[in-house]
Antibody, heavy 121, light 110 residues
Framework: EVQLVESGGGLVQPGRSLRLSCTASGFTFSDYAMSWFRQAPGKGLEWVGF??????????EFAASVKGRFTISRDDSKSIAYLQMDSLKIEDTAVYFCSRPLGWGKTENDWGQGTLVTVSS | EIVLTQSPGTLSLSPGERATLSCRAS???????LAWYKQKPGQAPRLLIY?????AAGIPDRFSGSGSGSGTDFTLTISRLEPEDFAVYYCQHYVISPWTFGQGTKVEIK
């Protein structure tokens, strides 16, 4: 059974940093890209970014709203994907989901339960 | 950026009725890299349809997806609404970065 478990959320002040982790199990982690999405309270879904598999270069892409502030990395030996969030803004407040995304010929799709990040002074 | 516009915003229907949800893209979504998700309050999204018309694993056949030849108009149809189908539905493209979602259609009990 595929499982994705996010951790690291919490309350943080504007301008500070936070790192989220996504621990995966039940599939060959290194074969897949991993993605982060978010959902602000009462709002719709927003893509944050993704990291390709090492076979595809391990490169990253980000939404314009977080580009230059957020980075994604992965540790294939531990089956963990990370979302490093720097210079946090109040508008970054959201539930953050990690996902094994569609794309690159893959048709499996799984999501974690989400972790809440609240940016407030 | 590909903008996805969903309609209607809210659909009020009774169990057993047919639901038709629309997703229009601002430019062609190549290779039909368009997905539909269902989300209930407090839960993560769940994939229903990928590649515009392919049901994900475990999704009942009352859910179907289709797309126009232009690659800009997509439809999710729920043939007979069950109580568990009342939720918010999102379309999403995964053609090229940035991936984007529609704003969602809420299917509520009439």
């Amino acid at each position: 059974e595929v499982q994705l478990v996010e951790s690291g959320g919490g309350l943080v002040q504007p301008g500070r940093s936070l790192r989220l982790s996504c621990t995966a199990s039940g599939f060959t982690f290194s074969d897949y890209a991993m993605s982060w999405f978010r959902q602000a309270p009462g709002k719709g879904l927003e893509w944050v970014g993704f990291i390709r598999s090492a076979a595809l270069g391990g490169t990253t892409e980000f939404a314009a709203s977080v580009k230059g502030r957020f980075t994604i990395s992965r540790d294939d030996s531990k089956s963990i994907a990370y979302l490093q969030m720097d210079s946090l803004k109040i508008e970054d407040t959201a539930v953050y989901f990690c996902s094994r995304p569609l794309g690159w010929g893959k048709t499996e799709n799984d999501w974690g339960q989400g972790t809440l990040v609240t940016v407030s002074s | 950026e590909i903008v996805l516009t969903q309609s209607p915003g809210t659909l009020s229907l009774s169990p057993g009725e047919r639901a038709t949800l629309s997703c229009r893209a601002s430019q062609s979504v190549s290779r039909s890299q368009l997905a539909w998700y269902k989300q209930k309050p407090g839960q993560a999204p769940r994939l229903l349809i990928y590649g515009a018309s392919n049901r994900a694993a475990g999704i009942p056949d009352r859910f179907s997806g289709s797309g126009s030849g232009s690659g800009t108009d997509f439809t999710l149809t729920i043939s007979r609404l069950e109580p568990e189908d009342f939720a918010v539905y999102y379309c999403q493209h995964y053609v090229i970065s940035p991936w984007t979602f529609g704003q969602g259609t809420k299917v509520e009990i009439k």
